[in-house]
């Protein structure tokens, strides 16, 4: 059997203390679009957020614009247990010189984290049936699959099996 | 905005209207659709009031027509101030809506407001958007109780167009001079000229203001032909809405944006698969909710 290809790597989410944690919650936003961008931008000075001061499935609304175009979203708090990180290659630390030679080194560190973000729709205003917000449905999925089975659990099933 | 007050008591007798736009051709500022109406018998007084197109009149000539017609009570006055954000918004939207339907809704939008108010109309002025036959019917089928004229030039033919130009000119004119733009930048500042792509100061204006990732503030039209000469400087942004080229019938003043003008077009189909994950090919569990599988990043 071949094996599957994938590459290792490592994310350092600690801080080693040598940054105060950055917390970016409420200044995330998730575009509709792909920006072909990387780096700082004075986004707070162009993109102007402003609440519509009405609700759909229980998500208050927000417009905004961008490039001319009008997108409507909403700030969400990620779930319980789950945090959003900012994560940044890492190119300072010792690497190993075959990782650099094939190209794969994968080293991440984290950079800032956060617990909210707003995401835009283009066009459409936000609610429950977005992709999006549905994406979250996993987080419950994964935990009943990666779950420790007992083996009072496993007696259960065997005794309902037979 | 206008003069909705108490209706006066020329309003239950036919009343005429002329309607009339300014600022449809500028790269910047909003769109003003303003309108002038009238009792019928007041016809031959307005023609001695000197409206004429307010493009053949000087700025200050405007204003004191506008306050003259503003005291005159034989004469009711509204606008639509369209702003540029939405005018972008709309050429922009997935189902993109052109600007000559926008000048239509817009009209359309003012016959009813007037109407509503309680006045009696029965004849309407205005110059043509598009087809003026198409546009005369469109109106009619709309408003059976309404005779249309719809023609060119008629801004400088009926002196209640010239009214309602002179209405929305000095509305653009002083929205436009009051301006505050949205963007908190430093260096900003409000001398964008008439707003006209040809104008000089217009284009320092776009040329000083522009932002490699933002592209304009707000006041801009986005939409507008003339920006997309600075898009090419500027970090590309790829929008799922974009995949499709549609021929849409655009206004004679400005162009539309078309995406071949942007450099989108052959690698459009390739580049959409950066803008959002689609979890194609998996069960349907990951694929209605985008989520892809990801091995390395």
Redesign the interface.
Known sequence: MEEE???T?SINLSLNGREEKINLSGQVHHL??????NGP??V?????PKLKGMEIDGLAVEEA??????LQGTTISLPNGYAGFVLVKNNSGKRKAYDVSEGNS?DWEMKAKFDKLTYWN??TPPSKDD??L??F??FT?AEALHKQVKAEDLATINAALT | MGSETSLPKWASTPCIMGIDEAGRGPVLGPMVYGCLYCARSYQKTLATLNFADSKTLKEEKREELFENLKADESIGWSVDVIDPRELSAKMLKKNKVNLNEISHDSAIGLINRVLNMGILLTEVYLDTVGDADKYRIKLSERFPSIKFVVAKKADSLYPVVSGASIVAKVTRDRALREWVLEETSENMHGSFGSGYPGDPETKAWLAHHKHSVFGFPTLVRFSWGTCTSYYKDMVEVLWESDKVDEDVGYGSSGKQLKLSNVGFGKAAKRKIEEIESSGKGRCKFFHSRKLEQLTHF
Do not use: A, E, L
Not at chain 1, 32 to 37: A, D, N, Q, T
Not at chain 1, 44 to 48: A, E, R, V
Not at chain 1, 65 to 70: D, E, L, N, Q
């Open positions: 290809k994938g590459t790597g509709p679009c792909c920006i072909k961008f931008c004075n707070s000075q162009y993109f102007k614009h961008f490039r001319g175009r009008k994968n283009h066009d992709p999006f549905r994406s449905h996993w999925v």
